[in-house]
């Protein structure tokens, strides 16, 4: 997936990716990434919970104006089914 | 020189230095990784409001059209090819062909792997422009194939969404 991003953001396309393994992404070093160190298939959490789902997406979103170096890796630190989510209610970013 | 050959000369010479350190390719669980070790690119600006922004999803997590061809799962070295998957697909008619992880919560609920609803949602009320097309590869994909993601598949979505002059990309992995 980092290969895939490398490929669209020099194309001049911003990318942020979400993913689950930092050391890989460490090597392949995608432009902007968002590290949650969750269950292989959950990029964004679990299922049914609206709200973490969200929180994922806006946080990959802001990335995309706050990321000055490429190769960023941004680790919120959430851990899995530990956490309580508010669904974010303003999306005027930058 | 047109923009293909530059960025045809640009993957070429990236994959030169891929070639040159595949002994340092990720190797984990046993398994090779669509991992090798690269020098960052240069980061594309978003010169944009989010309000403006038209936004594609790209998820490696196997995701296609019911009606599309599955990815292949006999070739042990992955499948590099993509679907296009329309922003406006029902979920419905979407399903998942990868069998290197668990993806029975994904099929209940597609947000935690492909945000195709949310982002139609983030569109309708406006926190972001528009959803273009979206796209789904899958992971797990090894040499020799590798070669062919990065000089031709990857490149092919990647001047699809400039075409349709997509101003952001999220990705999301298996």
């Known amino acids: 997936m980092g290969l895939i991003a490398r490929v669209i953001e020099s194309v001049g396309i911003p990318t942020v990716c979400v993913i689950g393994l930092r050391e890989i992404a460490e090597r392949v070093r995608p432009p902007r990434a968002i590290h949650l160190k969750w269950p292989f298939g959950h990029p964004l959490g679990e299922p049914g919970n609206r709200a973490q789902q969200l929180c994922v997406i806006y946080i990959a979103l802001q990335a995309l104006y706050t990321v000055r170096e490429s190769g960023t890796i941004i680790d919120p630190g959430w851990r899995w089914r530990r956490e309580e989510y508010e669904e974010p209610d303003r999306w005027d970013l930058p | ?174």
Not at chain 2, 113 to 124: C, G, K, M, Q, T
């Open chain 2, 1 to 174: 020189m047109s923009d293909f050959d530059w960025l045809r000369q640009r993957l070429e010479s990236a994959f030169g230095q891929f070639l040159s350190q595949a002994p340092e390719l990720a190797r984990l669980w046993g398994q090779w990784f669509d991992a090798v070790e690269g020098e960052p690119v240069p980061l594309a600006a978003l010169e944009k409001p989010l309000r403006e922004v038209r936004l594609a999803l790209v998820t490696t997590g196997g995701v296609h059209l019911r009606a599309q061809t599955p990815f292949d799962m006999r070739d042990s070295h992955g499948d590099p090819s993509y679907r296009v998957i329309p922003a406006d697909t029902p979920v419905s008619e979407l399903m998942i062909t990868h069998d290197y992880y668990d993806h029975s919560d994904a099929e209940r609920d597609l947000n935690i792997l492909f945000p195709l609803e949310l982002a139609r949602e983030l569109a309708a009320r406006g926190a972001i422009g528009s959803l273009g097309t979206c796209y789904s590869f899958m992971g797990h994909i090894e040499p020799p194939h590798v070669e062919t993601l990065i000089l031709q598949t990857a490149p092919e979505v990647a001047a699809m969404l400039r075409q349709e002059q997509v101003d952001a990309v999220l990705l999301t992995p298996a």
